[in-house]
């Protein structure tokens, strides 16, 4: 499926209209339209935040992916892997990701104390 036609489909499964659509992400009817129609394609940081509104994967609007959701790809049985920058991915184990989870959750609640 093209990025235009997924597009389309998120937008009318959330009830949204084209000008809704381009109010929320920063761009006009016209544009939104473009998209759906293929004429145009969304750059970089409107395709985030197409993804982000919809809360899909920029794969899955790219058709990279078949799944939308994060709970569906969260159900693949995929080894967990983090990012270090420097386009270093490095795959880490189950453990090792419930760890990391559990620290960032900690030390977030550390930031929000710190800010009251």
Not at 63 to 83: S, T, V, W
Not at 98 to 107: I, P, S, T, V
Request: charged share 35%; glycine share 6%; hydrophobic share 35%.
């Amino acid at each position: 499926m093209l990025i235009s036609e997924r597009i389309k489909n998120l937008r009318i499964q959330n009830g949204l209209t084209q000008s809704q659509l381009g109010d929320a992400i920063g761009v006009t009817k016209v544009s939104v339209s473009g998209y759906e129609s293929g004429k145009r394609v969304p750059d970089l940081s409107t395709l985030v935040r197409i993804a982000d509104i919809f809360e899909v994967s920029v794969d899955f609007l790219l058709g990279r992916e078949e799944k939308a959701y994060l709970e569906d790809l969260l159900k693949d049985e995929r080894p967990p892997y983090i990012f270090f920058g420097q386009n270093k991915l490095e795959e880490i184990t189950t453990e090792e990701a419930q760890r990391l989870k559990e620290e960032l959750e900690m030390y977030r609640l550390y930031k929000l104390k710190r800010k009251k």
